[in-house]
């Protein structure tokens, strides 16, 4: 087994986790999840404990022209503990801004995955992260969206 090559198929599972929740494109979204998938977000206060359940609760609550998100994971730390399964730590840096709401949350947090070889192809099994830090605003006069790729 080439270590590096598995380690940057890793990297590039997790770059396409956060642009589809980024883009909303929530097929793309289950696929980087392990059907049995185990996501427990925000330090455990969204918890969810399949595939199916987990793109439920984001394409519910995190979707829309009036819901915007940026999700980035940097700095992986990816061990490859056998020839199906690896852990990866991740430092995340994200925003959101509900336009309805006209709020802004922003943060980051340390992601804590474990990935399983299925087919050929990793998944992430489990994931979840803790905050390090979260602030949340109200966007006053002045604040505007200059593109939103959902706009019609």
Same mark, same amino acid.
């Given at each position: 087994m080439n /270590?590096?090559?598995?380690? /940057?198929?890793? %990297?590039?599972?997790k770059a396409r986790y !956060?642009?589809?929740l980024d883009t909303n494109d929530w097929e793309l979204f289950?696929?980087?999840?392990? #059907? @049995?998938? $185990? &996501?427990? =977000?925000? +330090?455990?206060? =969204? &918890? !969810? @404990?399949?595939? #199916?359940a987990t793109v439920a609760f984001m394409s519910e609550n995190m979707s829309g022209p009036n819901f915007l998100s940026m999700h980035h994971g940097h700095h992986p730390e990816i061990e490859i503990t056998s020839e199906t399964t690896a852990t990866g730590v991740w430092y995340l840096q994200d925003m $959101?801004? @509900?336009?309805?709401?006209?709020f802004r949350l *922003? +943060?980051?947090?340390?992601? &804590? @995955?474990? *990935?399983? %070889? $299925?087919d050929g192809e990793w998944q992430i099994s489990k994931t979840g *992260?803790?905050?390090? !830090?979260?602030? +949340?605003e109200t966007l006053g006069e002045g604040h505007m969206v200059m593109h939103n790729m959902f706009a019609d």
């Open positions: /270590e590096l090559l598995e380690i /940057e198929k890793i %990297k590039q599972l !956060f642009r589809a289950g696929s980087t999840l392990a #059907e @049995d998938c $185990v &996501a427990r =977000y925000s +330090g455990g206060k =969204y &918890a !969810f @404990d399949s595939r #199916e $959101v801004i @509900d336009l309805n709401s006209n *922003y +943060g980051a947090g340390i992601y &804590a @995955d474990e *990935y399983r %070889k $299925v *992260y803790e905050r390090t !830090f979260e602030c +949340g």
